[in-house]
C-alpha cells in the first residue's frame, strides 16, 4: 500500500481536538512542511486546555514516573523558546513567566533536593526571603523552585490557535468527529455530521473524550474524564508573584493580579459542574495559604475535565488498528507542560525520524496493561 508520508512527500493530517495536545501537534507538523486540518467539537482550546492553571511542571516533580518526569523534563527545558516562536509568529502574548514555585510541608525534603540535583532541576531548601510565610497550617520543609514557570492557558491557546492558521492550517470548529472511512488497513477519511474529511493521516487528541472512541476506532485504552474546580480572585498585582503549593492545593499569582486557586481530582464523567462546597473549600484553604484572600469573593469558578489516565502517562503511538492513525492524549494533570516535548515525540513518530526520548513507556500496547489505583 503507497504511504505518502513514508516517500518523504508531505501529507495531508486531519487532527481531532484542538485542545494544547492537538494544537501543538498541528504547529509541529507545519513547522516541518505538512498540511493540517483540525477538527474540534467545541471552540478550540475551549475544554481542559482553557480550565488549566498553566504551571509548567509536575505540582512535585519527584513523585512522578520516569515516563512523565522525560516528557516534563524536556518540554520544561525548550518551554521558553517554544512559546518565543509561537508568539512571534502569532503576534500574541502567552504570559509566560518564570514565577518560581514554593511547596511547603514536603514529606521527604533531602528526597526531594536529590531527586531535583538528579535531574537538573534547581531546588533549594527553604523558602525566600521575600516570601511571607502562611501563620496557619503547617510550613515545615519548604522547597523553592525557582525555575518553574507558568503561562496564561486561555492566551498560550489563543497564540497558539493563531500561530497555527497564520502557518497555513485549517480550523473547523463546531464540527465533531463522528466516525472513520477506511480501505484496507488505512483511514481514508474522516466523517462529520456534514461531510466526510479526506485524510492521508489522522491524528487523535481528543483529550477525556479518547476513552470513548468513534465509529471505526478503537477508544484509547484507560482514558478517563478526571474534573478538577478551580477558583480566580483578582488581587492588586504583586501580592502573590509566586506559586504556593501546600498538600495538594496550589495558588497561581497571574501579573495583572489575578490568583487561581486549585484543584479537585473528581471521577464524575463528562460532568462539569461545580458546587458551593467545593468553592468554600478551596476558598478557606486558599486563605490560610494568603490570608489577604479571606476577605475577598472569588470572580470566577469553573470545572475542566482533564484526560485522565493511569499513572499520568500519556499514549502517543500508532493506533494499533490503522497504519495512518496516530494518537496524543491522556496527559492527565500536565497536559500544558508535556504539550511540546510530546508532539516533537509524535511527529518523529509519524515521519519516522529517530524520536529523541524512548517512546516505548508511552505505546499503546504498554498503556493497555496500566491500571487505574484507587488514588487519582
Ligand atoms: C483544573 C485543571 C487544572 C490544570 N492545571 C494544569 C497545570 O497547571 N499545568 C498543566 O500542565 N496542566 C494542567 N491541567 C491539565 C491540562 O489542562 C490538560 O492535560 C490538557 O489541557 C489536555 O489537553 P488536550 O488537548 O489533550 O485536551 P483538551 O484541551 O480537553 O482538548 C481536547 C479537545 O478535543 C475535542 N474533542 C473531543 N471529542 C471530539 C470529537 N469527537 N471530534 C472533534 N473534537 C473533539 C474537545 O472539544 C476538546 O477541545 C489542568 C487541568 C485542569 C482541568
Not at 503507497?2 to 492537538?22: C, E, N, Q, R
Not at 538528579?118 to 521575600?130: E, L, S
Not at 523553592?144 to 497564520?166: F, K
Request: aromatic residues 6%; contains cysteine.
Amino acid at each position: 500500500m503507497h504511504d505518502p508520508g513514508a516517500s518523504g512527500l508531505k501529507t495531508l493530517t486531519i487532527i481531532l481536538g484542538a485542545g494544547v495536545s492537538g494544537l501543538s501537534t498541528a504547529l509541529a507538523l507545519l513547522k516541518r512542511g505538512h498540511t493540517v486540518t483540525l477538527l474540534d467539537r467545541g471552540a478550540a482550546g475551549g475544554e481542559s486546555s482553557w480550565a488549566g492553571g498553566g504551571i509548567l511542571s509536575p505540582l512535585l516533580p519527584w513523585e512522578y514516573a520516569g515516563a512523565v518526569s522525560s516528557l516534563a523534563l524536556r518540554s520544561m527545558a525548550g518551554y521558553a523558546d517554544w512559546v518565543a516562536e509561537i508568539e512571534a509568529i502569532s503576534g500574541r502574548d502567552a504570559e509566560f513567566w518564570r514565577c518560581g514555585m514554593l511547596a511547603l510541608d514536603v514529606h521527604s525534603p533531602d528526597q526531594a533536593l536529590a531527586w531535583c540535583a538528579a535531574h537538573g532541576m534547581v531546588a533549594k531548601q527553604g523558602a525566600p526571603q521575600t516570601i511571607s510565610l502562611p501563620s496557619s497550617g503547617s510550613n515545615q520543609n519548604p522547597v523553592w523552585l525557582p525555575e518553574v514557570a507558568q503561562v496564561r492557558n486561555p492566551r498560550l491557546v489563543a497564540a497558539l490557535r493563531a500561530a497555527v492558521v497564520q502557518l497555513g492550517g485549517t480550523i473547523h470548529e463546531q464540527c465533531p468527529a463522528t466516525g472513520v472511512l477506511t480501505q484496507g488497513g488505512r483511514v481514508t477519511a474522516v466523517q462529520t455530521a456534514a461531510e466526510a474529511f479526506p485524510a492521508d493521516k489522522v491524528v487523535l487528541a481528543t483529550g477525556a473524550w479518547s476513552g470513548l472512541g468513534l465509529a471505526g476506532l478503537a477508544a484509547t485504552p484507560h482514558i478517563r474524564p478526571i474534573r478538577g474546580q478551580m477558583l480566580l480572585f483578582k488581587l492588586d498585582p504583586g501580592v502573590l508573584d509566586t506559586i504556593l503549593y501546600r498538600n495538594g492545593l496550589y495558588l497561581i499569582p497571574r501579573r495583572d493580579g489575578h490568583v487561581l486557586v486549585g484543584s479537585t481530582l473528581e471521577d464524575a464523567g463528562f460532568d462539569k459542574t461545580t458546587d458551593a462546597a467545593t468553592r468554600r473549600r478551596l476558598h478557606l484553604e486558599a486563605a490560610e495559604l494568603l490570608p489577604v484572600l479571606g476577605d475577598v469573593q472569588p470572580v470566577q469558578h469553573w470545572a475542566g475535565l482533564r484526560p485522565g489516565s493511569p499513572g499520568n502517562i500519556p499514549v502517543i503511538d500508532r493506533h494499533p488498528d490503522f497504519e495512518n492513525v496516530f494518537v496524543n492524549t491522556g496527559h492527565y494533570r500536565y497536559g500544558v507542560t508535556l504539550a511540546p516535548a510530546s508532539a516533537e515525540l509524535l511527529v518523529d513518530l509519524m515521519e519516522g525520524a529517530t524520536p529523541a526520548l524512548d517512546p516505548m513507556p508511552y505505546r499503546w500496547e504498554v498503556a493497555l496493561e496500566r491500571r487505574w489505583s484507587a488514588t487519582l
